[in-house]
């Protein structure tokens, strides 16, 4: 009988070693928890001219100060595909040089696929890191009007580590 504690214990020790190093070993996102809330989006066209609204919420982490920024334009053509800046309403003290927005609107086919990109530049003594969130989709599916309230128009993004200069 105490062969088959020994035996138990000693197998329950070697789970126990081989579960602490497996969490030790777990990859990490270049962004760590950190994640880009997006949140009353709204983008549409109209006559060949669109427009976009939308808050982004960080709370940051080790390596992104928190922030918060308001994108927004109007008259854009379809399929823009500039970089635009966002306003920046809090972090900019803690080394938030910039957001800003690449959404290119397709009036003619708003479910049509897309690519929406945040990028926010951060700066520290040494440096300026850029980081770059992006998700594929439809600009009327991320708008969501199916949901109403607070609800409609929210979604994450997931930013990674994309340049860095010294």
Avoid: E
């Avoid at 982490?61 to 306003?87: L, Y």
Wanted: with cysteine.
């Amino acid at each position: 009988m105490f062969s088959n504690v020994a035996s138990t214990l000693a197998f329950s020790l070697g789970l126990a070693s081989m579960a602490s190093a497996a969490a030790v070993a777990a990859p990490q996102s270049d962004s760590g928890d950190n994640l880009w809330h997006i949140s009353g989006f709204d983008a549409r066209c109209a006559n060949a001219r669109c427009q976009y609204s939308f808050q982004i919420t960080s709370y940051g982490d080790d390596d992104i100060p928190g922030f918060s920024a308001s994108c927004q334009t109007t008259g854009i053509s379809r399929n823009d595909q500039t970089w635009r800046p966002c306003t920046v309403t809090y972090g900019s003290s803690d080394g938030v040089q910039s957001v800003k927005v690449y959404l290119p609107l397709t009036p003619l086919r708003p479910n049509s696929p897309t690519q929406f990109r945040i990028r926010a530049a951060f700066s520290d003594s040494d440096r300026v890191t850029y980081y770059t969130a992006s998700l594929n989709g439809s600009y009327n599916g991320w708008r969501d009007t199916s949901r109403r309230g607070s609800d409609a128009g929210k979604f994450d993004m997931y930013p990674a580590a994309s340049a860095a200069v010294a």
